[in-house]
Nanobody, 124 residues
Framework: VQLQASGGGLVQAGGSLRLSCAAS????????VGWFRQAPGKEREGIAC??????TTYYAESGKGRFTISRDKNTVYLQIDNLSVDDTADYYC????????????????????WGQGTLVTVSS
């Protein structure tokens, strides 16, 4: 599977964005598709994951509340509400046909495919 992330941009604090992760094709019934972000000078962190087989979602503690992951066919979305300057980061999506979502988000698994980052910049 090949992934392409998009939807980033410049937004004011308090606003919302919806990021998209378009997959070339989900070859297997199950993929754990996760969203991650990496802020300048910080380590990459997992935000959320969705199972393509049954739509089950999993959120990191930091992702609960303002982040919503969803899927429509071959595209996985990440809705981010009430953005703050601390959300400024490169956002990435990744997918794997084996790793469970908890492992995907925790960064404990090798993930088969990664999309390029999409930059989200939040201004105060």
């Amino acid at each position: 599977v090949q992934l392409q992330a998009s939807g980033g941009g410049l937004v004011q604090a308090g606003g919302s964005l919806r990021l998209s992760c378009a997959a070339s094709a989900f070859t297997y019934d199950y993929y754990g598709v996760g969203w991650f972000r990496q802020a300048p000078g910080k380590e990459r962190e997992g935000i959320a994951c969705i199972s393509t087989s049954d739509g089950t979602t999993y959120y990191a503690e930091s992702g609960k509340g303002r982040f919503t992951i969803s899927r429509d066919k071959n595209t996985v979305y990440l809705q981010i509400d009430n953005l703050s300057v601390d959300d400024t980061a490169d956002y990435y999506c990744a997918a794997d046909p084996i790793a469970g979502c908890s492992s995907v988000v925790a960064g404990r698994a090798y993930l088969e495919a990664w999309g390029q980052g999409t930059l989200v910049t939040v201004s105060s």
